[in-house]
């Protein structure tokens, strides 16, 4: 079975930290681009961060730089968005997703894509 699996969600209060792993099963997410996005209530999925294949480019959307940090993780074919600073703007489904033929420029659209974790909830309030 080809799957992304997503864990890390939760609440936490605005100024925290949060960290979200997407694995992968079937196949060697160490070997794509990857990318996390993000809907929040009312709103359209919106690109957050991507990482390219070969782990030599990240990209941020603007209203995550600075504070949001894409790795790969010590355990084979896991990724990790590291989200500090946190707001109540922040508050969303967060999804990874990767494609076999996405990543070059490592984009924040969502060409190419083909495989979705399931989501996981992240709510920033006090």
């Known amino acids: 079975q080809v799957q992304l699996v997503q864990s890390g969600g939760g609440l936490v209060q605005p100024g925290g930290h949060l960290t979200l792993t997407c694995a992968s099963s079937?196949?060697?997410?160490?070997?794509?681009?990857v990318g996390w996005f993000r809907q929040a209530p009312g709103k359209e999925r919106e690109g957050v961060s991507c990482l390219s294949e070969n782990n030599d480019n990240t990209v941020y959307a603007h209203s995550v730089k600075g504070r949001f940090t894409i790795s790969r993780g010590t355990v084979k074919n896991t990724v990790f968005l590291q989200m500090n600073s946190l707001k109540p703007e922040d508050t969303a489904v967060y999804y990874c997703a990767t494609g076999s033929d996405y990543g070059m420029g490592c984009p924040l659209g969502m060409d190419g894509l083909e495989y979705w974790g399931k989501g996981t909830l992240v709510t920033v309030s006090s």
């Open positions: 079937g196949f060697a997410l160490d070997d794509y681009a």
